[in-house]
């Protein structure tokens, strides 16, 4: 059997955390909760998770600065990062593409957008049967 593939969700809203965690859950993935990036650091520090959903506004270390330090350490290692940010302003996506994630997810979340991002990263398990 399979293992499950593994997302890392590092968001400081509640709803917004218990929204990304059913999805992910409902698409086959084992789903790790950090509510911010000292505590993403810490459990990215024995293995990588599959995928990394990462908030931008987050308490201390903020989500780009993470990112960029993410991708400073891991390197080519460092699993699709995507950005989940209610930031949308002309300018912001450029920005943080620029901080080294590989997608861009603006807030409120679009469930059917969502999805389609999951699927391009080959993320939907089949139940077994």
Known sequence: MKPLPTAL????????LELLEEVLCSQGYHV?????????????????????????QLPGIDGITFARKLRAEK?????????????????????I??????????????????LQLLNSLGGKNEPAG
């Open 9 to 16: 969700v590092v968001e400081d809203n509640p709803l917004n």
């Open 32 to 56: 790790l909760k950090a509510e911010n990036a000292e505590e993403a650091e810490e459990m990215l520090q024995d293995s990588l998770p599959d995928v990394i959903f990462l908030d931008i």
């Open 75 to 95: 390197g080519r290692a460092l699993p699709p990062l995507i950005a989940v940010t209610a930031h949308a302003m002309q300018g912001d996506a450029e920005k």
């Open 97 to 114: 593409m620029g901080a080294g994630f590989d997608y861009y997810l603006p807030k409120p979340v679009n469930i059917n957008n969502f």
